[in-house]
């Protein structure tokens, strides 16, 4: 079998999928199959949208004629023009959803503070080019043969406003590593990872974190950003805690990550992380400084942070590149 993976971003970029382009195609290959993938490049990075896709789909055509089946790692800078090549060419596509493209450039342009689910309940008013990326959007939907969500939280809203079938759409959980040992930290520090926009709602954190240092010497909070993942990993072995407080944390990839050291985490409620990880983290309203320092505050407590280290021993599930090409696989054998 013949699988072509496409991709926004590569191992060079910053962030949780860059990992899965490489960590696919590897397991598909040592499953037997041929895996080709194709990132973008400088030219796609530099255009504009709708330029940047009209290259991308040219660009990648011969090798879409090459493949069996296509599967795409996000739903907007690759989804778009690989649903639309396979479709022309006949080939069965799956299109990964592990974000919202539309609420997130949204979210990053106003700087609003809106939750996924209030965005879809009423869309606001959409610029120019956000309204083209909706349209888009909805026209790969259309097209597409499955969409693989990785949280049933974001599949559900995803079903009620795009009229998605209840067939053409099921859950693929993200890699989760196999638990590893980490260090025991000397110090209490709450360690944030990843890009600073809007949406990430890093002031809040700042913020908190101000106040919670005020009243607890022994806290420190360490932001990091523009790292490898080596160097990130490298962090979490050592922190004391992991912390994202983003206004929709699909189901993120360094919380995933700080929980195969036993790390404890601190996470918004809008999240698909509690469908793996029902305990050893503490939930809060993404809308609500309050909450937010009172999860810090309650992290702090030795009593609390080792009840919430002993939940995630006791929680040994892990999800292999293996595992989910095999349910890839899976899926283009039903569609």
Known sequence: MRILITTGLSRADIGGPTQYGSGLKNAFQELGHEAKLISY???????????????FFFRILPQIFWANYVLTLDTFSTGVPSVWGAKILGKRNIVRVGGDYL???????????LILPDFYDKIPKLSLKEKLVAFLMRQMIKRADFL???TEWQREIWQKRYDISYPKSNVVRNYIPEKKDGE???IKNFLWAGRVIPEKNLELLKMVGER???KYPEFRLDILTGKSHEQVLDRIKDCYAAI????ADFCPNFIIEAVSFNKPFIISKETG????YPEGGLFFDPHRPDELERSMEAALDYRIYNKLV???KENAISHSWKNIAEEYLDIWKRI
């Open 310 to 312: 002993e939940e995630l």
């Open 212 to 214: 919670v240092a005020k």
């Open 41 to 55: 490049g400088r030219t796609e990075k530099f255009l504009p949208i709708g330029a940047r896709h009209i290259f």
């Open 103 to 113: 609420w997130s450039a949204y979210v990053n342009r106003t700087g609003k503070s």
């Open 273 to 276: 992380l509690n469908e793996i």
């Open 244 to 247: 994202s407080v983003a206004f």
């Open 148 to 150: 693989a969500f990785n």
């Open 184 to 186: 025991i930290s000397t």
